[in-house]
């Protein structure tokens, strides 16, 4: 899952809600821009900005959290994060080649390679 899938999946779940989709944007631009790091942790996420570092766990200690606002950038931060993060990583089918080993003696062994495996 790219980025932009998961923005745009967020803000399918948030239809109809303004502050979260600002709060998806907003979040989306600063990480796109680098601006927004976000370290995920065991138990919660570590959000760094240019505003501070905020630990969050569903609530944070935030000026935004203080003045009682629900949909904050950085909790909308954490959550594209994991959506990346849970996205299943397809790994390419291996390529199979196969060649013939000689020797003085004509033909002696057929190798087989497939990705990193040699039979």
């Known amino acids: 899952m790219t980025l932009n899938a998961a ?10 809600n303004a502050k979260w989709i600002r709060a998806i944007d ?9 601006e927004l ?18 630990r969050v766990n569903g609530s944070c200690h935030c000026a935004a959290a203080q ?13 594209l994060t994991e959506m ?4 299943p990583v397809v790994a390419p089918a291996p390529r199979i080649t196969r060649s013939i080993e000689r020797n003085y003696r004509g033909p002696a062994i057929t190798v087989y390679r497939a990705g990193c495996f040699t039979v």
């Open 84 to 87: 990346l993060e849970a996205a």
């Open 67 to 79: 003045n009682g606002h629900r949909e904050r950038y950085h909790r909308a931060a954490v959550r």
């Open 26 to 34: 907003r979040a989306a631009a600063g990480l796109q821009s680098g």
């Open 7 to 16: 923005v745009e999946t967020a803000k399918a779940r948030a239809a109809g």
């Open 37 to 54: 790091i976000v370290t995920l942790l065991a138990h919660d996420a570590l959000v760094t900005s240019p505003n501070g570092s905020y």
